[in-house]
DNA sequence: TCTGGGGTCCTAGGACCC
DNA sequence: TCTGGGGTCCTAGGACCC
């Protein structure tokens, strides 16, 4: 039996050297990505129209501290980072700690253009691989041959040089028993490193981390651990399992247990199927339900027609349909109604959603608001056709959602 | 200086069925 | 009238991840 052997790569700073590629003369310099300024960098190009966009000067690019909006960081270049700067932070306390950095807009076409050609890359040499996201994957090393060699690493290394030859792009890659220590392991030689770990090496490498290193402790988690004493992954594996799970819950304590101890069964999941899909926008300035209704009512359309699209182009039908709104205090609020076939058009969408926002509070600002739809089948799928059968009672507990006024327009809103 | 957008999974209560 | 237990579906909120 071979032994098992899960890499868990992740690409080096991606959004941001995605646009080092194209332009290499910000190489070194802190460089931010995030916000939505694609105008600015469209006017940077037409001012040097004709010159290759690899020759226009570093000055000439927008800088953090002439920066406004409420975007946050996607990615920082390691020297950004250096002046603390760091992905999911905003853009306003970023312009404070380094005004000096270049702002970049995600370029999300390019983004996903060498996602896949990276991704494509790892395929073609081990077949296995588990989609994290954008710029990240986990691979089964253990039936590939050659994955076996020096724990794996000749495999990283062979991976490492493909990805680099396609793509002009560095990868960090970890090797070890299951997803959970991989995780952690390709974080230890980041950027452009390989780190091998072994289940041996739990207790000397993984103990002595803070509980936050565990891919599924959270803010939330770390708080309470905190108040516990608890503050390394070795201070969660010194205690009973019963003990965790008094404290955390059946579910979640006995889990944490086991992660401490390095232990992971997970397999590497090579599709799956998508559970809901959403478009939510944030807007420029907190929106009131009255005043700005005409506003609000545009907008709520515009994402109903733009998740339509998004399941019409996707090829799904779904039959849970909701809102999501974010006050001007950050709490959340969602609504959501289930009807009894599959839909993917916007009339309907927007019709339900429209029953949905009757049901919630609307007495403070708006600064979020957000279209779902869930219960997906795949378009044509028997399932999708399926109507309850004869005697199944109507859902549960509410009416079916009443007709309501005409999709056009935007006054029509609540 | 407030903190994006796209997701997944879990919990918990109530309705309703067998 | 009072007693169940097990299971599914729906809804709302929340933690967490990339």
Redesign the pocket.
Same mark, same amino acid.
């Given at each position: 039996m071979p032994l098992r052997r899960i890499a868990h790569l992740d690409m080096d700073a991606f959004f941001a050297s995605v646009e080092l590629l194209r332009y290499p003369q910000l190489k070194g310099l802190p460089v931010v990505i995030?916000g939505g300024r694609r105008e600015v960098d469209e006017m940077v190009r037409k001012q040097y129209a004709g010159l290759p966009l690899g020759e226009i000067p570093a000055s000439a690019f927008p800088l953090l501290k002439d920066y406004v909006?409420?975007? %946050?960081i996607?990615t920082a270049t390691y020297p950004a980072r250096q002046f603390g700067v760091g992905?999911?932070m905003?853009?306003?306390?970023a312009?404070?700690l380094c005004p000096q950095a270049i702002v970049l807009p995600v370029d999300f076409e390019e983004v996903r253009r060498y996602s896949r050609l990276f991704k494509g890359t790892i395929a073609e040499i081990a077949p296995v691989v588990e989609d994290?996201? %954008? *710029?990240?994957v986990y691979i089964d090393f253990t039936d590939v041959p050659g994955g076996q060699r020096e724990g794996g690493r000749a495999l990283a290394r062979l991976i490492q040089r493909a990805i680099l030859e396609k793509t002009g792009l560095t990868c960090s890659i970890g090797v070890a028993p299951n997803k959970l220590i991989a995780?952690m392991a390709s974080e230890f030689n980041k950027p452009n490193g390989i780190s091998v770990l072994y289940e041996a090496d739990v207790q000397a490498k993984i103990w002595p981390l803070p509980v936050?290193k565990?891919? !599924?402790?959270? /803010?939330?988690?770390?708080v309470k651990l905190a108040k516990l004493h608890l503050h390394t992954i070795g201070d969660i594996a010194a205690q009973e399992r019963e003990w965790l799970v008094d404290n955390f !819950?059946?579910?979640?304590g006995a889990w944490m247990h086991d992660a401490a101890w390095g232990r992971d069964d997970r397999p590497v999941v090579t599709e799956?199927?998508?559970?809901?899909?959403?478009?939510?926008?944030?807007f420029d300035r907190d929106l009131h339900a009255v005043r700005d209704r005409a506003e609000l009512g545009s907008i709520f359309t515009d994402l109903c027609k733009?998740v339509a699209s998004?399941l019409q182009r996707k090829g799904y039908v779904g039959?849970?349909i909701?809102i999501k709104l974010?006050y001007d205090?950050?709490?959340?609020?969602?609504? *959501?109604?289930?009807i009894d076939h599959f839909i993917a058009d916007a009339k309907t969408i927007r019709q339900v959603a429209g029953q949905?926002l009757k049901? %919630?509070p609307l007495d403070r600002r708006l600064?979020?608001l957000?279209v779902?739809v869930?219960?997906l089948a795949k378009a044509g799928s028997p399932e999708a056709h399926a109507l309850p059968a004869v005697g199944t /009672?109507a859902? %549960? !507990?509410?009416r079916v959602a009443e007709p309501s006024p005409p999709f056009e327009g935007t006054l029509d809103l609540f």
């Open positions: 995030g909006g409420r975007g %946050v996607t992905s999911a905003g853009m306003m306390k312009a404070r994290r996201g %954008v *710029d990240e995780k936050r565990i891919n !599924g402790i959270g /803010p939330k988690a770390e !819950g059946k579910s979640y799956s199927e998508p559970v809901s899909m959403s478009r939510e926008t944030t733009q998004d039959r849970t909701g974010r205090d950050f709490r959340i609020a969602t609504r *959501d109604h289930t949905c049901r %919630v600064r979020l957000g779902r869930g219960k /009672p859902p %549960v !507990g509410h």
